[in-house]
């Protein structure tokens, strides 16, 4: 069974998804929306890309053909167009952030519940060659329980990126966490487990400064198994792009990809371990291929993938109570409220 896609957005992160589909064996770029017509139309003749264009997202998603929908349009409108594909029945491929506030993400999830469908969130390091390596250690009990968990974004994403002009704003960016710090948060669920309390600061990087929120921002957290976790962002930043993974255990540490394990009792320094590091702001270095056959895989066989949207909603509930903290000065308890079977 081929599988038709539609993607929502012709940016950056889009022209991805059209590379990653159209590589896919079981899967077809049916079509792609934009609203700006002209626009998509040159973007897709650039790429090489034949597929039908929608102008009004009502449409592609009320095309009984499409089976999918890839949401990688603005932020602000993620949500409304989430929920309208859930309800016809399609698939979500979800870009981060799935949501830009509680009210929103929260929206989503009752209408998930009601309309369940197959989703994917794209916090897509989780389908980084090195992710995989450090999670089978971690579940290999290479370093035993995780007691210090730490994790640096450094990405400076300034006017020399098309998306500057928006994510440096409240309304699309939301935050230094919402608009990046995010992927940091998540790799620390993912590899420590859940996070029980957040303590937040944020700060400018300087007095000219175009961003609308505090670019540079850290969290400290306590974690649900004893542990403690760190999370720094900075996406207004005097250095090339760093995401650091630092997970100090009871039996040993990983620090990106490197490791000093209990396993190797005449160790004496960090083995290094070749692999594909989280290392490029770019987007085409970002695996979407593997992202997008999972997402294939699971949909055919009626599994989870590696980041559902109920997964990933405890990623971006951690990011709105480090915001929370930030705008109030306390710290944060976790879970907050839910609804339905969230609870």
């Not at 409304?80 to 009210?103: D, F, S, T, W, Y």
């Not at 290999?140 to 730490?150: E, T």
């Not at 066989?301 to 903290?325: L, Q």
């Amino acid at each position: 069974m081929t599988l038709r896609f539609v993607v929502a957005g012709t940016g950056w992160v889009a022209g991805e998804y059209w590379k990653a589909i159209t590589a896919c064996k079981d899967a077809e770029l049916y079509g792609v929306f934009s609203g700006n017509a002209d626009y998509a139309r040159s973007r897709m003749t650039e790429q090489g890309i034949d597929a039908r264009l929608f102008t009004r997202f009502e449409d592609a998603v009320q095309d009984p053909l499409v089976d999918a929908v890839v949401l990688c349009s603005m932020p602000d409108v993620r949500m409304e167009q989430a929920v309208l594909a859930a309800r016809h029945g399609k698939h979500l491929v979800i870009e981060k952030p799935i949501a830009m506030n509680r009210l929103e993400l929260r929206k989503m999830a009752e209408t998930l519940e009601k309309h369940p469908v197959r989703t994917v969130v794209s916090f897509v390091l989780r389908w980084n060659e090195s992710f995989d390596t450090t999670k089978a250690l971690i579940d290999d009990d290479a370093i035993g329980r995780i007691v210090m968990a730490q994790i640096d974004y450094w990405h400076h994403v300034g006017p020399q990126y098309g998306l500057y002009k928006w994510c440096r704003t409240k309304q699309y960016g939301g935050s230094s966490m919402i608009a990046a710090g995010c992927h940091a948060v998540d790799a620390i669920r993912y590899f420590a487990g859940e996070i029980m309390e957040v303590s937040a600061y944020g700060c400018q990087s300087r007095t000219n400064s175009e961003y609308e929120f505090d670019p540079n921002t850290i969290a400290v957290f306590k974690l649900k198994n004893g542990g403690i976790g760190k999370v720094s962002v900075s996406i207004e930043c005097a250095t090339p792009y760093k995401f650091n993974v630092h997970l100090l255990g009871e039996k040993g540490t990983i620090l990106n990809n490197q490791l000093y394990s209990h396993k190797f009792p005449g160790q004496t320094d960090y083995a290094t371990i070749p692999t594909v590091l989280p290392d490029n702001g770019d987007v085409a270095h970002h695996p979407f291929s593997r992202e997008i056959d999972e997402f294939v895989e699971a949909i055919a066989a009626g599994t989870k993938t590696r980041c559902d949207f109920f997964d990933a909603y405890k990623t971006m509930e951690v990011c709105f109570a480090v915001d929370e903290s930030i705008a109030t000065g306390a710290s944060v308890k976790l879970p907050m409220e839910r609804m339905g079977s969230l609870s």
